[in-house]
């Protein structure tokens, strides 16, 4: 459903910016699982996920936790790696029998791991974009675009909102939430878009590690892959 | 999808929010083209339009519905029931064990991001990935579309749609991965009329983990891509509580 591997513009040095945990029952499991899927996704919502599957379509916690364990796959986006840590050792403890993704740096994921004496089982890499590159927005709307693996947040509505931005109608936060919304599985990062869309709209970020938000070239954003 | 011109005021405040830019002012009208929009419902499931103007044709006919089964997430692929593009790749290894040492399992995503391809383009990768000795993935709606799985040819009346993406997930044998992602890589580069990303699906060996990223960035400065520092890790919490 969801898929996160290919977002642009994470960055060592902005360490624990975001972590998407997503939860999913094989398909052959899916019906014998229903009420460990339910406990699992009652304890990503207790550590309380800046945004999560569901929610840009308007449900509440009571019918995300009534609806999305049926389906077999949650998702939560989290920006705090402590907090990534502490639901990480709790979903352990209650040996639920269900897979369990962290998606971010793998920096991040390896502390969250070995802190939890956990097994990286299984890596999806991304070796990045090829083909017609030509046809790609420019790099600070990629890193709000890719955000939504299912490409439903688009690149004329990051312009528009910036455009509207900048003319005093909406607030950066504003512009993030309004982003958000196509995503229906929720794993857009609200904070890191909105600090984007400041940058884009040439207002000054009170948070100085993001000054160094991707530019072209940086680390996470390979676009040729031409025969040297 | 398509724009009720009776109920429509002509705000235009829809146009921005199409994934694919196919809403559009024509005549004096807002208008959805109809042969670039693939039906993801974004439009209509933003409750953009006060007037309720925009619509969908229900039910969407074959071969067209097949734009909403792949660009659609909240459309329930029947040939998965995976909702989404269906797949479940490494999501759930730990369980199906299905990416095994001796394998990497590769996954192009043909039309992302946010360009969009169509399935003949698919169809090129495909056939490529046979010609490389490339193992096809049986749990991927990509198979439902599929005439002959000894070419990778697709079903002639699907390779007209377009859709915001589709996924060809196949393994080889982990000793020729490098050789075949620098074939596709020129490939894909050469052929296909749409962008892809091509991800790579490594099992962990206990003793060196990220062992097969290392070897990536080798390949990378070769075929001049830097392998993202960022990517998805299933920690298997599947298997007895995660135990290493």
Known sequence: MTHTLNRTGLSEKRSGEEIVVLCMVHYKNKEKSVRNMTELVRTLLKYNPDNFVGLPLGLSREQVLGLIPKGGIATAVFTDQEVVRKLVQEIKSKDLGISVVLSGLFSDVREICESAGLNEHTTNYSAGVFGKTSLLPDYLTLDITTQCGHALVSRHYVKDVVRRIKRGKLTAGEGAELLSKPCVCGIVNKKRTEEILMKMAGIESSDETTDDLTKEGDVGMSLKGEVS | ?244
């Open chain 2, 1 to 244: 999808m398509y724009i009720d011109q009776e109920a429509c005021k002509r705000c235009v405040d829809c146009i921005p929010v199409c994934p694919v830019g196919a809403i559009k002012t024509a005549a004096k009208k807002v208008v959805i083209e109809y042969e670039a929009c693939v039906e993801c419902g974004v439009c209509r499931r933003l409750n953009i339009c006060p007037q309720g103007a925009i619509k969908q044709v229900d039910p969407i006919p074959y071969p067209r519905i097949l734009r909403a089964a792949f660009s659609d997430p909240m459309h329930r692929h029947e040939s998965t029931d995976v909702l989404g593009r269906g797949t479940e790749e490494m999501k759930t290894n730990d369980v199906k064990n299905e990416f095994t040492p001796e394998v990497i399992g590769f996954s192009m995503e043909l039309g992302r991001p946010g360009v969009g391809a169509y399935f003949r383009d698919l169809e090129k990768i495909t056939k490529k990935s046979i010609t490389l000795g490339g193992h096809f993935a049986s749990y991927n709606p990509v198979m439902a579309l599929m005439e002959d799985r000894n070419t990778g040819a697709l079903k002639k009346e699907v390779l007209g749609e377009k859709v915001l993406s589709a996924i060809a997930e196949f393994t080889v044998p982990r000793q020729r991965a490098l050789e075949v992602l620098g074939e596709l890589i020129q490939f894909a580069n050469r052929e296909l009329e749409t962008v892809a990303t091509i991800s790579l699906i490594a099992r962990n060996n206990r003793e060196d983990r990220h062992a097969f990223l290392r070897e990536l960035e080798g390949h990378g400065k070769i075929f001049q891509y830097v392998p993202y520092p960022n990517g998805k890790v299933n920690i298997g919490m599947a298997v007895a509580g995660g135990r290493p």
